[in-house]
């Protein structure tokens, strides 16, 4: 074989492991779980990258119930549009008789839950590019610190979610996955590789449409994704064949199943 054969051979095999695994995060996550328990109630603080779609915790609730008939998990959604992680008051979502007293459950039926602690966790987002803006880094480590802290002391788990590049710039990616991966680090939390999640399943598929036409917002095959990404790395369980496809058709389910679950298991070393 020629030199030149073999320097096209070895340079269509390293373009092939890219396309397979399109990026990896450089700082390994410390934390490989939520800590304790399965969060049974889950408030999620962010943006429009959560309540597109019906919003990511209803995918979540139906993906948990599907998985196990007997699972009751309850998600409340507080979300601002284009907000950053600093617009948050996190310590008015802990207040007495708040968020999360009563729920809507079956025909409308309200029920009343008991009073005290109503989250068990609280995933939290930054605005798109928040943490890697030069303006606003700094500010997006601040309050993973700050609003971390609230959440403990009001007895619940802070877990981040790392969100996706935008479409006509992939390579955001990296830089999100190292900025979220550092702030988990440095204040003991889980942190969600969704956006990891995106960039694996765009490689894998490139024919399959993860975005709004504004290629930032999620569609539905992104929603499906991210909530899938989030059940695996907060249950330990893998999404792989369950029965919750929000509407998708079942081959594609499936794909997106097995990314999530494959992020997750390469991103925490299980």
């Known amino acids: 074989m020629s030199h030149k054969r073999k320097f096209s051979t070895l340079l269509a095999v390293l373009l092939l492991s890219v396309l397979m695994n399109p990026v990896a995060a450089q700082t390994k996550p410390k934390r490989t779980?939520?800590?304790g328990p399965?969060?049974?109630s889950v408030l999620w603080v962010g943006n429009s990258f959560f309540y597109y779609n019906n919003s990511m915790h209803n995918f979540l609730i139906n993906l948990a119930r599907a998985a196990d008939a007997q699972a009751r998990p309850r998600g409340t959604s507080v979300t601002i549009s284009g907000s950053g992680i600093d617009w948050h008051?996190?310590?008015?979502?802990f207040r007495p008789n708040g968020i999360?007293?009563?729920s809507f459950v079956g025909d409308n039926e309200i029920v009343f839950n008991k009073p005290g602690r109503q989250f068990d966790a609280v995933i939290m987002m930054d605005c798109s590019q928040c943490p890697i803006h030069p303006q606003l880094k700094a500010t997006f480590h601040e309050f993973a610190k700050k609003h971390g802290d609230t959440v403990i002391k009001n007895g619940a788990r802070p877990i981040l979610f790392m969100s996706w590049a935008y479409k006509d710039k992939p390579d955001m990616i990296k830089a999100l996955a190292e900025e979220y991966t550092i702030a988990a680090n440095n204040n003991d939390m889980l942190v969600?590789?969704?956006g990891l999640a995106f960039a694996k399943a765009i490689g894998r598929r490139p024919d399959l449409e993860f975005y709004q036409p504004d290629k930032r917002h999620p569609s539905l095959l992104g929603t499906y994704l991210a909530a899938s990404t989030?059940?695996?790395a907060l249950y330990g369980k893998s999404p792989i064949g369950n029965t919750y496809i929000a509407g998708i058709d079942a081959a594609t389910a499936a794909f997106l199943q097995t990314v999530a679950w494959d992020t997750v298991q390469e991103f925490y070393g299980r």
């Open 89 to 93: 008051d996190m310590e008015s979502y």
């Open 192 to 194: 969600i590789p969704a």
């Open 38 to 40: 399965v969060p049974q």
């Open 100 to 102: 999360g007293r009563y």
């Open 33 to 35: 779980d939520a800590g």
């Open 230 to 232: 989030t059940y695996a």
